[in-house]
């Protein structure tokens, strides 16, 4: 079965910073093109940043830029949000999502529910003022 399972979100305050992790199992992550993308109550869902594999191309979102960064670790079938300079406008669930194409990340990041087959449970990230 193919799980992808996000942590390390919790309470901070603005200007701070945060490292989500997304652990993969049953899937191979190199073979994937792996995005983060997340839900605030009452707006829709939006692309934050996506690779291709591991190692590969990375797009941010614009308002992500400078201040938001994707990397994978292939040995550990997981892929890292870092996140810095956090706004409350930043507040917000946070899912990881998979799928099994080698994709340009802003194609996946722009229209995820074209290509996405997995989807992680979602980790909090809340921001103060």
């Known amino acids: 079965e193919v799980q992808l399972v996000e942590s390390g979100g919790g309470l901070v305050q603005a200007g701070g910073s945060l490292r989500l992790s997304c652990a993969a199992s049953g899937l191979t992550f190199d073979e994937y093109s792996i995005g983060w993308f997340r839900q605030a109550p009452g707006r829709e869902r939006e692309g934050v940043s996506c690779i291709r594999g591991t190692n590969g191309e990375t797009y941010n979102a614009d308002s992500m830029k400078g201040r938001f960064a994707i990397s994978g670790v292939s040995a550990e079938n997981t892929v890292y949000l870092q996140m810095n300079n956090l706004k409350p406008e930043d507040t917000a669930v946070y899912y990881c999502?998979?799928?099994?194409?080698?994709?340009?990340?802003?194609?996946?990041?722009?229209?995820?529910?074209?290509?996405?087959?997995?989807w992680g449970q979602g980790t909090q990230v809340t921001v103060s003022s």
């Open positions: 999502a998979a799928v099994r194409r080698l994709l340009r990340p802003a194609a996946l990041c722009r229209n995820p529910t074209s290509f996405v087959a997995v």
